[in-house]
């Protein structure tokens, strides 16, 4: 039986490399072998502590996210849906990053990607704004662009 010490120091360790959602240390604490009632009590006290906040980290995950790399709002959504981050908190969350800053966000993407391929064709690099969770609408405006020649690639 993992003993409680043991399984605080687990939520410690994991919380020293980044911030974690609850459902992400939940997750990490029921792969042991912690009942239930010790989970809830480690994750009320980590809350108490103010060590986990999903709407702080959910907010700081898209601030990051935008910083490292251009995505879309979908692609954001996903990521954050899959740490377990509430649906309301996530809108919240994305609330800021609105249709201009995705369409911005596209075309700095578009014109990393076309850099780096000189013969890019139009559907490689719709399926990789796609990919990065742009929506069709902000990949059919980027085409336009790119296609009436209002965007310097080069």
Request: glycine letters at 6%.
């Amino acid at each position: 039986m993992y003993d409680l010490k043991k399984a605080k120091n687990k939520c410690y360790r994991l919380l020293a490399l980044r911030p974690r959602t609850e459902y992400e240390l939940r997750q990490a604490l029921i792969n042991t072998d912690i009942s239930e009632e010790v989970i809830n009590a480690i994750i009320a006290q980590l809350k108490d502590q103010k060590l986990i906040d999903d709407e702080y980290f959910a907010a700081n995950w898209v601030s990051w996210r935008l910083a490292a790399k251009p995505v879309g709002k979908d692609f954001l959504r996903s990521e954050l849906k899959y740490k377990g981050v509430d649906r309301k908190i996530i809108e919240k969350s994305l609330s800021g990053y609105n249709d201009d800053r995705e369409l911005e966000m596209a075309m700095l993407a578009a014109r990393k990607k076309a850099h780096q391929h000189d013969c890019q064709t139009w559907r490689k690099l719709a399926g990789f704004l796609a990919r990065r969770g742009f929506s069709s609408d902000v990949i059919r405006k980027v085409g336009s662009m790119l296609a009436g020649g209002s965007l310097d690639i080069s």
